[in-house]
């Protein structure tokens, strides 16, 4: 039995009265809309609803499954102890899940709890599904900091799951869109914000789960969105499925984005396989991307691709230009895949015979041995694409005003202490948010003083 149907509901706490105590007269479409949604869960009748939220539990790889047999939670935290929610957990749904999950080697569980009480991100939605309607089980599922591909992963996982056991099933996936809509917003303004927002609410309200999945991280990143993941679960459980779309309401008088939309399922079409769409696409445009390389992203990505598939080092390349073959450089390699940081090293001064020699050196560290990530795989070598930043000698200087982070990249120095960061970085707009990054990399607390000095960089991207 498929999904009954599946929602996106925003989780703004000021849209229970307790809360916004006269505020929530301001989002009167979206209060509509999630009376409108509760009303038709109860018609529904399903014996199990998964809530799909950003602000449980959330791991680098691995989507947490609250476990036990129950849960509590209120919202004292927003000013309304009175306000309690109470849930009994599906537990066999929730174990088929985890089976499922583990037969197609994603990593999904109930183990790593840490919060056992509900989120508002679950009891701002159930607030208003509970209004109407309580005689059913839940389940909770967090986000993960994985690529998006990776819920929608999880979307068919779990549609495979409610298959099995035959639930009755609803999914709601708890999810705000930008929080930088308005200067006057908490988070102020970016122009992705409003960008973000209309590329979100036009794939919801065609149903266009491709569309989604190509939306650059960069957009998002900038937009400051929290349930972008939550929508590519639910995504993933219509895969290869028709589906009938509606966006029931969208506003954002506060400066962040709700939107309420509808999914239900029309039958059976292979020939939406999104994912392995969105796969071709990635691969094509990698592909593009690498048709642009200049030598030193070519020699990059043949130092780790030639180790990756023969275990040896590449060799130095016949027939390299002069400034690769007889200059000295630090040099930084970083990797990407789909948009996203797949691995970074780099040396802050030569420590080879020759920038080709640097190159090849960390190429290989930045696929196999940065350890915020698992090595690359043959299989990923497609999707990836590389940037190379050739470091100029660096320079001490006497202040920060002699920074621009457009231009310079900055090493902070206290002690044994020394943390390094490129120029012209995404989201670092400041002198000082660029200090302020390179002292955490080194570990150099605020009140440790500190010695800087600066550098140029010559970008291969």
């Known amino acids: 039995m498929p999904i009954l149907k599946a929602y996106t509901l925003p989780h703004p706490p000021l849209a229970v009265p307790a809360v916004g105590r006269g505020q929530e007269k301001e989002i009167s479409k979206t209060l509509d809309a999630m009376y409108e949604v509760a009303k038709e869960i109860a018609e529904l009748k399903p014996e199990t609803i998964i809530y799909i939220t950003p602000h449980s539990t959330i791991y680098s790889d691995h989507f947490h499954i609250s476990p036990g047999s129950s849960a509590r939670g209120d919202l004292g935290r927003f000013n309304a102890t009175g306000e309690r929610f109470e849930t009994v957990y599906d537990e066999e749904m929730i174990k088929e899940i985890s089976r499922v999950a583990e037969f197609n080697e994603i990593s999904a569980g109930t183990q790593g709890e840490r ?28 986000q993960s900091a994985m690529a998006p591909s990776e819920h929608y992963l999880l979307g068919q996982i779990i549609a495979k799951a409610v298959e099995i056991t035959g639930r009755n099933t609803v999914l709601i996936a708890s999810s705000d869109l930008s929080h930088k809509l308005l200067d006057t917003g908490p988070y102020g303004f970016s122009s992705e914000g409003p960008k973000f927002d209309a590329l979100i609410t036009d794939a919801l309200s065609n149903g266009d789960f491709l569309s989604l999945l190509k939306i650059p991280d960069s957009v998002r990143e ?20 028709d589906v009938e779309a509606k966006l029931l309401s969208y506003e954002g008088p506060f400066g962040v984005g709700y939107a309420v939309a509808s999914f239900v399922s029309t039958g059976k079409n292979e020939a939406k396989n999104t994912l392995e769409q969105f796969v071709e696409y990635a691969i094509g445009a990698a592909a593009a991307r690498r048709n642009t390389e200049d030598g030193h992203q070519n020699l990059a990505r ?6 990756i598939r023969t275990g040896g080092i ?14 000295r450089a630090g040099v930084f390699v970083s990797i990407q895949k789909n948009g ?15 920038i080709a020699e640097e190159i090849i050196q960390n190429a290989v560290s930045a696929g196999l041995t940065d350890d915020r990530f698992d090595p690359v795989s043959v299989n990923e070598l497609p999707y990836l694409t590389y940037k190379v930043d050739v470091l100029s000698e660096s320079e001490p200087i006497d202040s920060s005003e002699q920074l621009d982070v457009k231009r310079y990249g900055v090493i902070v120095t206290s002690g044994q ?18 200090i302020d990054i390179a002292r955490k990399k080194a570990g150099i607390s605020d009140f440790e ?9 010559i970008r291969h991207e």
Not at 231 to 239: K, P, R, T
Not at 340 to 354: E, K, M
Request: hydrophobic share 35%; proline share 6%; aromatic share 6%.
């Open 222 to 241: 900038k937009a400051g969105e929290c349930g972008y993941n939550s929508l590519m679960i639910l995504a993933g459980c219509f895969d290869k499925q």
């Open 417 to 434: 202490k020394r943390g390094l960061l490129l120029p012209n970085l995404e989201g670092v707009d400041t002198v000082e948010a660029q």
């Open 449 to 457: 003083p500190i010695k800087l000095e600066r550098f140029e960089v």
């Open 302 to 307: 043949q130092s780790l691709e030639h180790i």
């Open 115 to 142: 919060d056992p009480a509900l989120d508002h991100g679950v009891t701002v939605p159930m607030w208003f599904v509970n209004n109407h309607y309580n005689d059913y089980r839940s389940i909770r599922i967090a």
């Open 340 to 354: 996203r940081l797949r691995g970074c090293v780099g040396t802050i001064a030569p420590t080879t015979a020759s």
């Open 314 to 327: 590449l060799p130095i390349p016949n027939g390299l230009s002069g400034e690769l073959s007889k200059k």
